[in-house]
């Protein structure tokens, strides 16, 4: 039996909109690191945005976990719901002078501010006015500001990505850790809950870089533990800046709903900004035993969408029938009975198999058997071009005399008999395959001819032929 390790990590999205990329590929490096390490990953819900926060993102996010398949390891932690807790260790940072009330108003600061420089295009922050005040001041709001640590001129944490990091201290005021309304900021109760959790191990994107001084000094001044701290490079569009909707979709499950598998973007996410040599495609277990944090890179990545279709058809390919049938159903909530009711169980599987090869979603299998069971609307006029002759129409129309004939409709009298006719007729069987094709798909690409004649059957395939 492996033995555990002390690592725990945490994922903690805000449920303020729908879980997007970025914050998926997060909790992708936090699992993948607690799994490899024998660790604990656990999630906490950081919902203290009272305005913003709504329980329909916490289940879009718990749904996109699911189908990702990323577990947890303990009961969430729902940050709403430790208010009391956030509260009193500010009445301690309070008592301990650690923290202090300050009724400045915005204009107040500014106002002095300018009169030190002479002009108002500086930013000099705050200026400690009310550390030094020794009185309240009766009915007028406040908000909670941490002082800065005296005699202390620098932060330096070591980053297990991008190494010593050192910020000076001449960079900070004393900021604010609680709002005019009682409701404390985000840098003061990710600090508190994190030691709650005794997380060890912080991981998440750069963007959170300059946060950290700041909560190094909350952990000190509460007496806590500093965990160790990993800042991952953010995903970038083609341009080279921060991904947006432009660029790809953005929330998870749009990725489901285009037909994506999940392993695919879970095995795309990790190596967007992870490498283990030159390969491509690991299985869950590979990536549990190879995933540490040396081999996360320092640059961000390009998302290329391109690269994800291709690895999602790598995907595909590798799937049996009965896997992707089952997928289609799940995941894009397929009616077979009611949206291909002419096609058996047995010709939906040969489908599979014969469609999986040649698309590389889920969605584009779907609209192909769609387009197969149904007919084309149109032809491809390109394919119409290349593929009919002046001698076509005389050559389909003696295929279908054959057809007529034909009491075995299974692939092998088919094939045997079609090249007869090819045979006959002084032409090469791309001519006259390529022609049926177009008359049952609308198009010159699609699966073996014998395959879709014997699954459309008799009726269908010469109704189809007579129309083209």
């Known amino acids: 039996m492996e033995k555990k390790s002390n690592v725990r990590v945490r994922f903690a999205p805000s449920p303020t909109g729908k879980l997007h990329?970025?914050?998926?590929?997060?909790?992708?490096?936090?699992?993948?690191?607690?799994?490899?390490?024998?660790?604990?990953?656990?999630?906490?819900?950081?919902?203290?945005?009272?305005?913003?926060?709504?329980?329909?993102?916490?289940?879009?996010?718990?749904?996109?976990?699911?189908?990702?398949?990323?577990?947890?390891?303990?009961?969430?932690?729902?940050?709403?719901?430790?208010?009391?807790?956030?509260?009193?260790?500010?009445?301690?940072?309070?008592?301990?002078?650690?923290?202090?009330?300050?009724?400045?108003?915005?204009?107040?600061?500014?106002?002095?501010?300018?009169?030190?420089?002479?002009?108002?295009?500086?930013?000099?922050?705050?200026?400690?006015?009310?550390?030094?005040?020794?009185?309240?001041?009766?009915?007028?709001?406040?908000?909670?500001?941490?002082?800065?640590?005296?005699?202390?001129?620098?932060?330096?944490?070591?980053?297990?990505?991008?190494?010593?990091?050192?910020?000076?201290?001449?960079?900070?005021?004393?900021?604010?850790?609680?709002?005019?309304?009682?409701?404390?900021?985000?840098?003061?109760?990710?600090?508190?809950?994190?030691?709650?959790?005794?997380?060890?191990?912080?991981?998440?994107?750069?963007?959170?870089?300059?946060?950290?001084?700041?909560?190094?000094?909350l952990y000190q001044a509460c007496g806590f533990k500093v965990p160790q701290f990993a800042h991952v490079p953010l995903i970038l569009g083609p341009s080279g800046d921060k991904l947006s909707k432009r660029d790809a979709a953005v929330s998870v499950l749009e990725y489901r709903d285009q037909g994506y598998l999940a392993e695919a973007l879970f095995n795309y996410l990790v190596r967007l900004g992870w490498s283990h040599g030159d390969q491509e495609l690991f299985t869950v277990r590979e990536l549990i035993q190879y995933f540490d944090l040396n081999n996360v890179g320092k640059k961000g990545a390009i998302f290329d969408i391109d690269k994800l279709l291709w690895l999602n058809g790598v995907y595909m390919r590798e799937k049996g029938a009965e896997d992707l049938k089952k997928l289609l159903i799940e995941d894009l909530k397929f009616d077979f009975a009611s949206i291909l009711p002419k096609f058996s169980d047995e010709h939906i599987l040969k489908l599979l198999d014969l469609y999986k090869g040649r698309t590389r979603t889920l969605r584009e299998l779907i609209d192909n058997l769609i387009l197969l069971h149904n007919g084309p609307d149109g032809y491809d006029q390109e394919a119409v071009k290349k593929w009919v002759d002046g001698q076509t129409k005389d050559h389909v129309q003696k295929l279908i005399e054959l057809l007529e004939k034909t009491d075995d409709f299974t692939h092998d009298a088919l094939a045997q008999n079609i090249k007869n006719l090819c045979k006959n007729l002084g032409i090469k069987l791309v001519a006259l395959a390529q022609p049926i094709r177009i008359s049952l798909v609308g198009s010159s690409a699609s699966p073996g001819v014998f395959e879709l004649l014997e699954i459309l059957g008799k009726e269908e395939s010469i109704k189809r032929l007579r129309k083209f």
């Open 21 to 217: 990329i970025g914050n998926l590929r997060a909790a992708i490096f936090n699992w993948l690191y607690a799994r490899h390490h024998n660790g604990k990953f656990l999630l906490r819900i950081e919902d203290t945005d009272r305005e913003r926060s709504k329980q329909e993102y916490t289940d879009y996010m718990l749904e996109s976990l699911k189908w990702m398949g990323i577990d947890y390891d303990e009961k969430p932690v729902i940050q709403s719901s430790r208010v009391d807790i956030h509260q009193e260790i500010i009445e301690k940072l309070l008592q301990e002078g650690k923290a202090y009330k300050c009724y400045c108003t915005q204009e107040e600061i500014e106002t002095r501010n300018k009169e030190k420089v002479g002009h108002d295009d500086l930013y000099l922050g705050y200026d400690g006015y009310c550390k030094v005040l020794d009185k309240e001041l009766e009915g007028r709001s406040y908000v909670i500001r941490f002082a800065l640590p005296e005699g202390k001129e620098s932060i330096t944490f070591n980053d297990l990505i991008r190494g010593p990091i050192t910020f000076e201290l001449n960079q900070f005021d004393d900021f604010i850790i609680v709002r005019s309304d009682g409701s404390p900021m985000y840098n003061l109760v990710v600090v508190i809950d994190d030691e709650f959790m005794k997380i060890t191990h912080v991981i998440r994107g750069e963007d959170h870089i300059s946060n950290t001084p700041k909560q190094i000094m």
